[in-house]
């Protein structure tokens, strides 16, 4: 039986990738020890689900065999899933058979960055598990996605896409489906800048919206001076900011790096929009 995820009030997803070679923090996680103590922190300063990843889809990267998904991936689940009961985990992949171990072990959400356009058969196998589908938009391949992307009408095509699919995922039976526009995924600056400050739109498809800002390029680009862009590590003013926005706009889970910082932001929100 699948947990039933709430987004009543926003929630803080936090990011555990498992790979060496992760854009913000690939290598930092590099054993099953160190993984449990970062989703320990993560819980207790307030993640409600951890994404674990063992393929890092960052901008160029080349993709990872299934076998050794499977190797990053599951000695992390088989031990974290029972240790920490309340938490939901979700798996981050595009892999059917990645996607089924974890699923088996306890794993009670698939973030699909392809949004079932490389394995179409990862909603089925949502539906037998009664679990949640993330549904992302990206454009091309992680190898090529940054490629000078183009869109005729940016929030048009996302919507669409995600509509399409999410419907696909209902009729094959998904009950719990989540949206994400896919920040920096065949996104220009620019593109992401309009899915950020037209998120509302994203709302109408009548999924909750997932946004993953966090420490991207597109804050680096932003807060750039005469040194070039700013480094991955000081991007968290950055990212609280485009989050805080997001979550103005309606963003119902926030993908993040630094829990407790998000947390902290959500928080201030939450006690803001009770007076309003």
């Known amino acids: 039986m699948g947990k039933a995820l709430s987004v009543s009030t926003p929630v803080i997803m936090g990011v555990l990738n498992v790979t060496p070679d992760s854009f913000s923090d690939g290598g930092e996680i590099n054993d099953t020890r160190a993984a449990l103590r970062r989703i320990e922190q993560m819980v207790s300063e307030g993640a409600c689900i951890i994404d674990v990843g063992g393929e890092s889809t960052r901008p160029g990267s080349d993709p990872v065999p299934e076998d050794e998904e499977i190797s990053r991936v599951m000695p992390v689940l088989e031990e974290a899933i029972p240790a920490f009961p309340q938490t939901i985990f979700s798996i981050d ?63 048009g095509e996302i919507s669409r896409f995600l509509q399409i699919q999410a419907e696909i995922a209902r009729k094959s039976g998904v009950k719990q489906i989540v949206v994400d526009p896919g920040m920096g995924f065949g ?23 997932l946004i993953g800002a966090s420490r991207k390029s597109m804050i680096g680009r932003i807060l750039a001076d005469e040194h070039g862009d700013r480094p991955v590590n000081k ?16 963003a119902d889970i926030l993908r993040v790096h630094d829990v407790r910082e998000a947390r902290d932001s959500l928080e201030v929100f939450k006690a803001i929009s009770s007076v309003l």
């Open 235 to 250: 991007r968290l003013a950055g990212t609280l900011s485009l989050h805080y926005h997001a979550l103005m706009q309606g």
């Open 93 to 155: 992949t595009t892999k059917f058979e990645v996607a089924q171990r974890a699923l088996e072990c306890g794993v009670q959400m698939v973030n699909d960055v392809s949004g079932l356009k490389r394995e179409p058969g990862l909603a089925r196998l949502c539906a037998d598990h009664e679990a949640i589908l993330v549904l992302m938009h990206s454009k091309g391949s992680p190898k090529t996605m940054q490629n000078q992307p183009e869109y005729s009408d940016v929030i």
């Open 187 to 209: 996104k220009t600056l620019q593109h992401n800048l309009e899915i950020i400050a037209r998120l509302d739109k994203f709302r109408q498809i009548g999924y909750p919206v």
